[in-house]
């Protein structure tokens, strides 16, 4: 439709709008879905009369519809028919099919009809307009703490480490952006699944993320991706009054958002596509944590009104609008029935990378962003905490320069001292006789004083609602609560975002739920009448209601009983913020809130409770006898008992419990332990007597969280971290500590992010540690360089039994220095150089100098691109070795009858 040159050098007579419609007349008629909105045109600019619509109207089926209305435009002359090319262009939410059309004729109208009036009344796009719309507007701001002080998502957002696993948590690979997340082409576990399944610890940054998700799309192209789009929390769900039945419609129409126009027809068109709806429910976790979505009833139709939970549960199962995207978040340990999970993406937060490019964000200004950056590079413990979003972005505001409080730059930093800034901060800005706004260093222990009232009033309405499991709280709560004026301003409870399930009263909540625990456990520690059952409701809560004793069964260890606070994380933070503000530490700062007796009376009861509960669990933990070691298999209970105990920075307490790990192995794979666990796990191991081995694979550590470690390398000679996100700084870490204490006999890295640079450090521990025989540096990102810097270490080894190298890409010049290596290597059994680029010049090398070798028993060479040339060197090297058990070729191109003529030496393994 632009204009051209024609090959006799002519320009082209002006384009026919008319015969254009009437070439593609078939393929208007069946993309034109909405004739109505296209005559109510018509008709806005006097083309068509009332007339012509009737006669329009008439028609029996919409493609006849659709059939005369072309008719009659076309005979209205070539003006009416650009004009009606024009509205399908400039509703592209309406006739989205005939985009791509539009596109490849190149329409582009004339001044005068584009001077002519386009009214969109196709409700289906009015209704994706008007969503656009409101989700852009509600996502623009990511619900910050302070309420006033709202950040733009734009401004703020980075993108988290997401990794896609299976039903096991085993990793599948990283999500490598945000759009890729709903995509088919990687992840999918099950394939008749339709829900996108994210989990994260408290605070990783899953609402934020499907604030994205939100954000995008309402900023998005029409006619890219889902039509539809409908935000939920599973929140809502559960705050229905018991009785509540709504039905599917009742469900988007006033609990998400209202068509304008055509309810009916809009409802009529969800439910001939639901595969152009997306539906994100967040945080399933905040549901009573006893609901199990798989015994549901199922939802049959989708005016049948039916508990709310019921729907989720039908929506998710894909019974209602079966096809529609869905993208559910659930903390860690909150598990969703397989047949209903697509795929599983695990948030894993900031790692050194993110938390980088966040600094740079919120720190726009360079002096300060350096100031910021170096603190951070100076304590890996600071960094490890900021790992996660939310406690990142309240130490953030505590780097702040200015008035308000700071953050202590000397350590230990506790989760319980973050909070406390936190609550400082809000207390001294809000308070009109705040003694901050007076006297910068006026201490926290007074502010904490003057803002007594309202911080204990708040606490008794956390504490109220953890113990009912409720998170949203009416008018009549908050006034039960008796919260004095002012109390609301300081801005630790917003408002429930509207339309609230409570109806048109407001409904409030705690700003995030670590924040009601926090609150909750400052209840329990200042309010006077607490006693110790009370003081303790917590540790026993799903203990005792599934009858079982104490914390010793915590683990799930005991019949394969359910741990019984997997999905009670709110629990488990007012337990830890508990132990953090009696610790001895905070007892200045506490004593302004309660009175030294029952300070006295609440520390003697936690301290008791937590050392018995301490002992019977980690009696209670099983132990196998493997080889030399006996281990011990610790579940994520475990970790919370260290948190505790790190929380209360208790020596007396972490030294019983490396006591009580009555075993020379300590298994914490598959834990979801944290870089900033690691302080914790620090902070116990240290005290253990003996040498110890410890296996965190398949974790997330991070370079953080092996920096944290450092005080326990003293004592650990099996040292397992594949699977951690370890990359050149974490590596050479463990070279500065594993060099000084050279009592490392196995170090497992595989499958993490160590690059050539890392390998040196990698290789100084394989040279000058004379115990160690086992290395596994396989999956790590290593070319030649690495390759032959490791080979350089392996020469001079003499201890070394096992070096796994599987999947790196050292190729032919690794491979070179590997066989140099080899010649007449004393102690080397096992070697895997798989997956490794190695062609047919690196397998010579290799089979010339085992030739020379009498240690190895196992080489594995699968997947290379080793020939038949290759093949038969090695053939020779086999007449001449004897030693050599097992020589794994497969995966290389190597010819079939090649492959033959040395089937018959059972050492070769194609
Ligand atoms: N990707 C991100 N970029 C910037 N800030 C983030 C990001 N993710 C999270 N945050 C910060 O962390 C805070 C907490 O995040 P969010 O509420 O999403 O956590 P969550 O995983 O949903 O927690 P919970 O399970 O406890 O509800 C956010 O308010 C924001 O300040």
């Known amino acids: 439709m632009e204009s051209r040159v024609l090959p006799d050098g002519k320009a082209p007579g002006p384009p026919s709008f008319m015969k254009l419609l009437k070439v593609d007349r078939e393929l208007l008629v069946t993309h034109i879905r909405n004739v109505q909105c296209l005559l109510d045109n018509l008709m806005a600019n006097d083309y068509f009369s009332m007339e012509d619509a009737e006669i329009v109207g008439a028609c029996p089926t919409p493609p006849d519809k659709v059939r005369k209305m072309l008719d009659l435009v076309q005979s209205k002359g070539e003006e009416v028919c650009e004009y009606l090319l024009h509205v399908l262009q400039q509703i592209p939410d309406a006739f989205v099919d005939l985009k791509p059309w539009l596109a490849e004729r190149g329409f582009w109208p004339s001044e005068l009809v584009r001077s002519r009036v386009v009214v969109n009344t196709d409700p289906v796009s009015r209704y ?126 006033s609990h998400s958002c209202c068509p304008e126009l055509e309810p009916d027809a809009v409802f009529e068109f969800l439910l001939r596509f639901p595969a152009t709806a997306l539906f994100t429910f967040d945080g399933l976790d905040e549901l009573q944590s006893d609901l199990d979505l798989s015994r549901l009833p199922d939802v049959a139709s989708p005016l049948q009104p039916a508990p709310p939970v019921a729907l989720l549960a039908s929506l998710l199962r894909g019974k209602l609008l079966p096809g529609a995207g869905k993208v559910l978040t659930a903390r860690t340990g909150v598990e969703l029935p397989r047949a209903l999970v697509r795929k599983k993406v695990r948030l894993r937060g900031f790692g050194p990378e993110q938390l980088r490019a966040y600094t740079r964000k919120v720190f726009p200004e360079l002096a300060e962003q350096q100031r910021v950056l170096s603190q951070l590079d100076a304590s890996p413990q600071l960094s490890s ?47 009109p006789s705040s003694p901050l706004r007076s006297d910068p260093q006026h201490s926290q222990a007074e502010t904490f004083h003057t803002g007594r009232g309202p911080l204990c009033a708040l606490g008794r309405l956390a504490y109220w609602g953890l113990a009912r499991n409720r998170f949203v709280f009416g008018p009549e709560q908050v006034a039960a609560s008796q919260l004095p004026e002012g109390a609301l301003q300081l801005g630790f409870l917003r408002l429930v975002p509207e339309p609230g399930p409570l109806g048109p009263q407001a409904a409030y909540e705690f700003l995030h739920l670590t924040l009601q625990a926090f609150f909750a456990a400052l209840f329990l520690v200042a309010d006077d009448s607490v006693g110790t059952a009370k003081l303790l409701r917590f540790f026993g809560e799903g203990t005792a209601r599934r009858g079982l004793r104490g914390l010793g069964c915590l683990g799930g260890c005991h019949g394969g009983k359910k741990d019984p606070f997997r999905n009670n994380d709110h629990c488990q933070f007012t337990n830890l913020f508990l132990c953090g503000l009696l610790s001895k530490a905070k007892q200045e700062l506490v004593q302004h809130l309660v009175p030294p007796a029952t300070l006295r009376r609440k520390r003697r009861a936690l301290w008791s409770h937590l050392a018995a509960s301490l002992r019977s669990y980690l009696k209670g933990l099983p132990r196998t006898q493997a080889g030399e070691f006996l281990q011990v298999q610790a579940m994520p209970t475990f970790i919370w008992m260290l948190r505790y105990i790190y929380e209360a920075q208790s020596q007396r307490v972490s030294r019983l419990a490396a006591r009580g790990i009555c075993a020379n192995y300590l298994k914490l794979a598959y834990c979801n332990t944290c870089s900033a666990d690691c302080s914790a796990l620090a902070f116990v191991l240290h005290h253990v007597p003996k040498q110890l081995a410890l296996d965190l694979d398949n974790n997330n550590l991070c370079d953080y969280g092996v920096k944290e470690l450092r005080p326990c390398f003293g004592r650990l000679t099996v040292i397992r971290l594949s699977v951690n996100r370890i990359a050149d700084a974490g590596a050479r870490v463990l070279s500065e500590e594993l060099t000084k204490y050279k009592i490392v006999t196995f170090l497992g890295l595989y499958n993490n992010q160590i690059t050539d640079v890392g390998a040196t450090y990698v290789a100084k521990i394989l040279e000058e540690c004379p115990g160690l025989t086992h290395l596994k540096i396989g999956a790590n990102l290593l070319t030649s360089e690495g390759g032959k810097c490791l080979a350089a270490a392996l020469k001079k080894s003499r201890s070394i039994l096992d070096i796994g190298m599987w999947g790196n890409k050292i190729g032919d010049e690794g491979a070179k220095a590997f066989a140099d290596a080899l010649r007449d290597h004393p102690s080397l059994a096992t070697l895997s150089l798989a997956f490794n680029g190695i062609s047919t010049e690196g397998g010579k090398s290799l089979a010339q100098a085992l030739q020379q070798n009498s240690s190895m028993k196992i080489f594995w060479l699968t997947k290379n691109n080793l020939d038949d040339e290759a093949a038969e060197s090695l053939a020779e090297m086999l007449e001449v070795n004897q030693t050599l058990n097992d020589l794994c070729l497969s995966g290389n191109p190597i010819k079939p009858e090649e492959a033959k003529v040395f089937q018959h030496d059972k050492r070769f393994h194609f």
Not at 162 to 184: I, K, N, P, R, Y
Not at 385 to 407: D, T
């Open 128 to 253: 994706t307009q008007k969503m656009r719309l409101e989700w852009g507007r509600d996502s623009k701001f990511i619900k910050s703490y302070t309420q006033r002080e709202e950040m733009l998502l734009a401004d703020t957002y980075t993108e988290h480490i997401m990794e896609l696993v299976d039903f096991h948590d085993a990793a599948l690979g990283g999500v490598s952006s945000l759009d890729s997340l709903l995509v088919d082409s990687t992840g999918v576990i099950n394939v008749d699944g339709e829900t996108v399944f994210v989990v994260g610890d408290a605070g990783v940054g899953k609402s934020v993320l499907l604030q994205q998700l939100q954000n995008s799309w309402a900023s998005s192209e029409p006619g890219a991706g889902p039509r539809f789009f409908f935000p939920f929390r599973c929140r809502t769900f559960g705050c229905f009054p018991p009785a509540a039945a709504l039905s599917l419609r009742e469900l988007l129409f």
């Open 385 to 431: 905490l900021c790992s996660v979003p939310l406690f990142c972005w309240i130490i953030f505001r505590c780097l702040r320069g200015g008035p308000g409080p700071q953050l202590a730059t000397e350590l230990p930093l506790t989760l319980t001292d973050v909070f406390l800034l936190l609550a400082e901060a809000h207390v001294s800005r809000t308070m």
